[in-house]
């Protein structure tokens, strides 16, 4: 039967491919994703059922007996409509009873798809304040939450992240003591095992309206089903993915939900994102490989050559620096013609990553080569050189530099003073 599904895959992506191949004016890529792990899969749904079993031995007391029977107690009651658009604040209302010196109160939201499945859906998923709530034995307080904001450190420094999207999800308060396993950063030195003291019923709320770009948990491979849709000659590695201000509000159409991306210079066009309508459910959107497609309706801005056609000059004008056997690592049959006693020079360059400057309209590209023998070392120490490219025959030489070199390299990609071509730089 598996390998019955495989054909059958292939099978529609051949038909697509040719359905596409009428569209005369620009290319047309379709990026289909590629396949999760199903043992992934298997470990993540095995560990939401793990978690939620361990979680729900916690005391829970709803709201409607909060006050009777022996403390620690918490509740959380929501102030604002359980239908709600992303636009409007939501409001919470937050008792608690008998919460210790050392303790504190976490609110925290996820999915409220079954345990097993959440993990499938796109959206917010932690604590959405920043901070943990503590005071007072006794207390109430008023949270405000954007219905967005979840706590999460994307580069080890925490903050409140945009996790919104459309869907139910479910808020739930926790009273603990111990170290924060909501803490996003590193894990503390001297960790202080965690002590679950009460938890409060699940309150439920449900955004709705259109999808949202501001943030894809869930939405798997955007940025390699926006580089795939990108043709080869043009890519570089200011094309992937954000910022997400270029998205085009999502759009509903008979069968799927789609944006636009208008692309970072140097490229004008689209590019298009689609997945089926029906991977939106009751409780949101849960996406699977292969769901999100891009197609790309692109061309080069007028003079700017593409991204490999720059990195090919710059390799030929940085080979001319030197003289050798062979632009690249001999076969043995081209090695075949010199004597066994010739020592053979070859050239080995590094692949270059054009960098554009859309501010000038140019590429900065580096190559770093070095000349080497045949199986043996270095002739040469390794030169980085980097040029500018304005066009297809405008080509300069900012600067050549080596690891002897005593003085630094006096070129900042991020100074515009210093990508200016020298005069007699011209090649």
């Not at 990026?31 to 005391?59: F, H, N, S």
């Not at 210790?100 to 499945?117: H, K």
């Not at 603990?176 to 803490?183: I, V």
């Amino acid at each position: 039967m598996r390998w019955f599904k495989r054909i059958a895959a292939i099978m529609v992506l051949l038909a697509i491919a040719g359905g596409a191949a009428w569209h005369w004016r620009r290319p047309i890529v379709l990026a289909v994703l590629a396949t999760q792990p199903e043992q992934w899969e298997r470990e993540r749904a095995a560990g939401e059922i793990a978690a939620d079993a361990k979680d729900a031995q916690i005391a829970t007391t709803p709201c409607a007996v909060f006050g009777a029977g022996p403390a620690p107690q918490v509740c959380v009651e929501l102030l604002s409509s359980p239908s709600t658009t992303l636009d409007e604040p939501v409001r919470l209302r937050l008792r608690w009873r008998g919460l210790p010196a050392d303790g504190y109160i976490r609110l925290a939201v996820q999915s409220a798809a079954p345990a097993g499945t959440r993990y499938r859906y796109a959206g917010p998923s932690g604590a959405i304040t920043a901070d943990p709530i503590a005071g007072q034995p006794d207390g109430e307080k008023i949270v405000t939450w954007d219905g967005k904001g979840v706590y999460c450190a994307p580069a080890d420094a925490p903050m409140m992240c945009d996790a919104g999207q459309v869907g139910r999800f479910t808020i739930r308060a926790r009273m603990l003591t111990g170290n924060d396993p909501w803490w996003p950063s590193w894990p503390a030195q001297n960790p202080v095992p965690v002590k679950w003291l009460a938890r409060s019923d699940a309150v439920d709320i449900e955004f709705t309206g259109l999808p949202r770009t501001q943030h894809w948990s869930g939405f798997a491979g955007l940025n390699d089903a926006i580089e795939a849709a990108i043709p080869k000659d043009m890519k570089s590695s200011d094309q992937r993915g954000g910022p997400f201000d270029r998205f085009s509000p999502w759009r509903e159409t008979l069968f799927s939900y789609c944006t636009d991306l208008m692309p970072a210079k140097p490229l004008t066009g689209r590019i298009t994102l689609c997945f089926p309508r029906s991977r939106r459910d009751q409780y949101g959107i849960a996406l699977r490989p292969g769901d999100l497609q891009a197609t790309a309706d692109l061309a080069m801005m007028p003079g700017v050559p593409t991204a490999e056609a720059a990195a090919t000059l710059a390799r030929r004008k940085a080979a001319k620096f030197v003289t050798v056997d062979f632009d690249h690592q001999p076969s043995p049959a081209e090695r075949a013609s010199f004597s066994q006693e010739r020592r053979i020079i070859y050239l080995d360059q590094s692949r270059p990553d054009p960098r554009f400057q859309p501010d000038g309209n140019f590429w900065l590209i580096m190559v770093r080569q070095s000349v080497r023998y045949v199986g043996g070392d270095n002739v040469s120490e390794s030169v980085s050189y980097v040029f500018r490219i304005d066009g297809a025959d405008r080509i300069c030489l900012l600067e050549a530099h080596s690891p002897s070199d005593k003085l630094p390299s006096r070129i900042d990609w991020r100074n515009p003073a210093t990508l200016a071509c020298p005069p007699g730089s011209a090649l």
